[in-house]
């Protein structure tokens, strides 16, 4: 098994669609503490849509950073 960590970096951006090939599970994962970083999800899950070879690739969606979420401005 290999993963691969992007963490949504732009300058990574252009490589990512390599990754999709031959792959069985892809998690997007977002900052519950950021808004603009919930609001990515979905040009992340289309770039997936796009890129992917196997209809049954599983994706997954995780809000991280819920630890701090008292504090962010989602609430």
């Given at each position: 098994m290999v993963?691969?960590?992007t963490?949504?970096?732009?300058?990574?951006?252009s490589i990512t669609?390599?990754?999709y090939k031959?792959?069985?599970?892809?998690?997007?994962?977002?900052?519950?503490?950021?808004r603009?970083s919930?609001d990515?999800?979905n040009s992340?899950l289309?770039?997936?849509?796009?890129?992917?070879d196997q209809d049954?690739?599983?994706?997954?969606?995780?809000g991280?950073?819920?630890?701090l979420?008292?504090i962010s401005d989602?609430?």
């Open positions: 993963i691969w960590d963490a949504g970096q732009e300058q990574f951006r669609k390599l990754f031959n792959s069985q599970a892809a998690i997007v994962v977002y900052d519950v503490t950021k603009e919930f990515d999800v992340w289309e770039e997936i849509e796009d890129n992917r049954d690739m599983l994706v997954y969606l995780a991280n950073r819920v630890d979420a008292e989602l609430r």
